[in-house]
């Protein structure tokens, strides 16, 4: 693989292209095949263009589809994958062998297909015939009730026919040979055929089985789980999407009020209801071929059920719990902090007795006042002693004497 001198792309390696065969292992006109595009990585840039004999095709996806194979169909395809730092390209050789002049016919990939009332139904058919002086010149489809054969009287669709109906034809006049239904009624249901004319052939009938068109009505239905009468919260339901016919393409998409909703299951499970629920839900079903709708009005009334006691219980006991930590820390920061009545001055209290002055006699009668002073301690601690006693660390101070 080439690879552009700037590229970062070291770890992404193009293998090739291989083939795919749905039908058989050697091609033969109307064989199904695919080709496909391998790379050992995805980048978001990556892009697939594919060539035949140096032609380029419109398709730009990593694999080539085949429906049914023609003559016309062999030769070269080249494969070039490209991103923004690198690029590739592989070539693989398709022949198409065993046609005859005489050889004629008709594929469905699907032999049974669901059609919901009132929408449309798509009936993919891919045709072959010798390319050589050949040119189809008429395409027809026909619907069979009880007969084994068309006939003029049960065609839906003639190409050399102007009138306007419900069978539309968006194929061909090469290889594809798709009916669409529009606006699918019961009286629809039964087995369809297409047939084509060239120019050299009589118009006979090409031998093919057919496709078998099933009529099927689409229904939204609501279940109830719990709870009677109107729909209240608290109640449990489940919304089912029901059709009567199941393919292997089959998708269900549901919607509330216009807005998609992230499930793909064909029922929709509410096990409580509550009034933010109530709207209108759409059941989209879908497959490779029709598609189909329904709506349904869910209306949930009243209140919404008050929460249950173990919640409540739980929440209340959170609340009691926080209060609790708050309190033992508010009071483990308040010990640890002085309280401002202690920083004051501390000393201690000190009695001062009366100093007799030289040759003054006291009386008995006479009273004595003592003063009291509080002295500054280095411990800090409130003491009171007397004037008498001595220590080392308090300087005894005397005060004034009042006597009366």
Known sequence: MDRRPWSYSTSCRFKGVTKHVQWKRTFKPGDSLNLTCDVNCTQSSSQFLWSKNNELLPESGPVLHFPALTLRDSGNYT??????????????????EGAQDSERGVKYPNETICAVSTFSVSIPCYYYYPRQNNQVTQMLWCALQS?????????VYNSSSSSITDFKYIGD????????????QFSYSGKYKFNFITNVTD????????VTVQFTDLKVSLIRLSGNGTLKPGDSLNLTCDVTCTQSSSQFVWFKNNEQLNTSEAVLHFPALTLSESGN??????????????????????????????????????????????????????????PEDNKGKVGEQTQVKQVPQPNEEVQKQEEVTYASVCVKSSSLNK????????????SIIYSAVAIK
């Open 147 to 155: 007969n084994t054969h068309c006939q003029e009287s049960l065609y």
């Open 203 to 210: 118009g006979g009938e090409v031998n093919n089985p057919g």
């Open 173 to 184: 006049n090469k290889s594809d040979c798709t009916l669409l239904i529009h606006n699918v």
């Open 383 to 394: 003491e009171c002693v007397h004037a008498e006693q001595q220590r080392e660390s308090i």
């Open 281 to 338: 839900y759409t059941c989209t079903w879908k497959t490779n071929m029709t598609s189909g709708s329904k709506t349904i009005s869910l209306q949930v009334e009243g209140e919404n059920p008050p929460w249950p006691f173990w919640i409540i219980a739980v929440v209340a006991g959170g609340g009691i719990i926080l209060v609790i930590i708050g309190v033992v820390i508010c009071l483990r920061s308040r010990k640890d902090v002085v």
């Open 79 to 96: 494969c070039t994958w490209k991103t923004n730092m690198t690029s590739g390209s592989k070539t693989i050789s398709l022949q198409v």
